[in-house]
């Protein structure tokens, strides 16, 4: 089954740093754009943050602007999400996926062009 795994999550207080990583074992994650997304209980699923298969470029949502950089380790096969200053409103499930249709990012991202989603990595953020 092609899916990525994401794994980093954990509890943390508020003003903590976490690093959330997106690795896939059965194809290239280079070869996408990847995108980042949340959902906290009770909540839709929401875009977090994107990052462009041709250049690198990252596109995030307003509220994490400045805290959240998304970046990629082509020869670990891996993307990363670096979260700082979190706050308890990130609290959720995060997760990655593959756009199958596109190669740069669009914001915010139409979800149904994403796949390869995997089981996603619990961020909480409380005192």
């Known amino acids: 089954q092609v899916k990525v795994v994401e794994s980093g999550g954990g509890l943390v207080q508020p003003g903590g740093t976490l690093r959330l990583s997106c690795a896939a074992s059965t194809f290239t994650l280079r070869d996408y754009a990847i995108g980042w997304f949340r959902q906290a209980p009770g909540k839709e699923r929401e875009g977090v943050s994107c990052i462009s298969s041709s250049d690198g470029s990252s596109l995030q949502r307003d509220s994490v602007q400045g805290r959240f950089t998304t970046s990629r380790d082509n020869a670990k096969n891996t993307v990363y999400l670096q979260m700082n200053s979190l706050k308890p409103e990130d609290t959720a499930v995060y997760y990655c996926?593959?756009?199958?249709?596109?190669?740069?990012?669009?914001?915010?991202?139409?979800?149904?062009?994403?796949?390869?989603w995997g089981q996603g990595t619990q961020v909480t953020v409380s005192s």
């Open positions: 996926a593959a756009n199958l249709l596109r190669s740069r990012c669009t914001w915010p991202p139409v979800q149904h062009e994403y796949d390869y």
